[in-house]
């Protein structure tokens, strides 16, 4: 793979010929498998929407603003791409961005194809998904996707190597900075709309970060979902116990946001 890198970019012929390392060979399977997996995240994230394609997406902008009685509402989103940033057009990263007045808030706390993390730079962020011939290491320093990798601990390296590369960021995200904005978003939430609800255990800190929140405003939870049954009983029983909600604050739809949004 090394012999086979082609542009200005290298990653596999970096670690090849210019930063051996003492690793095991566990640890560079390790190592390039989470890189292989951050590139096909990436490329398979990195969507451009049609005009065709917006108008779900504009319906459930328009649900939310009549909801949220037309104040700007807050979106936490877990997705890679940025096909809600699309359709909202007017946005900004907190944690990452300033606060812009007027501006939809979309907070990422897994990362986005449209950031980018440099060695020892803050993470920034582009209007477009960054390119994958764009990302690897140039004269020494490592470019990436700042996604968190899709490995059990949400990191691409064990921390060592992180720390090594200069790549802290990349593993928690600015620290706490962005967990503390979902902190802050939920807790003074009068009303949360959950669009799918599927955390597994390797969102541990997402979880914690929910519990910890206790909204103090909160008047209504709104599930929504394409589950029946069971399925929903549990989903409505973890919100429950993480908001500290009774369940009677917690209205449920099943048939799937796609239907929610044209009623």
Known sequence: MANQEKGKFKYYSYYLREARQAGTPYQYLFMFAGWELRKIAATVYSKRLNEHDKIPYLKLIEKLNTLSNHDIPNFISFNYDTLLE??????????????????????????????????????SSRRTPLPIDEIGFLEGVLHQHSIIGLSFNKIEFDMDKQLELGASEVGNLYGNRILNEFDRMLRE?????????SFPFADTHIRN????????????????DKKSGNNVEKSMSAISSLLKVPADKIDVYDDGVENWINI
């Not at 939430?189 to 609800?197: H, L, P, S």
Request: proline residues 10%; without cysteine; charged residues 20%.
């Open 209 to 224: 970060a929910i519990h910890k929140s206790r909204p103090i405003n909160l008047k209504k939870v709104i599930l929504i």
């Open 86 to 123: 699309q359709a909202l057009e007017n946005i900004y990263y907190p944690a990452l961005d300033p606060e812009e007045v007027g501006k939809y808030p979309v907070l990422k706390p897994h990362g986005s194809v449209n950031w980018i993390h440099t060695n020892n730079k803050p993470i």
């Open 189 to 197: 939430a009068d009303q949360i709309i959950i669009i799918g609800y």
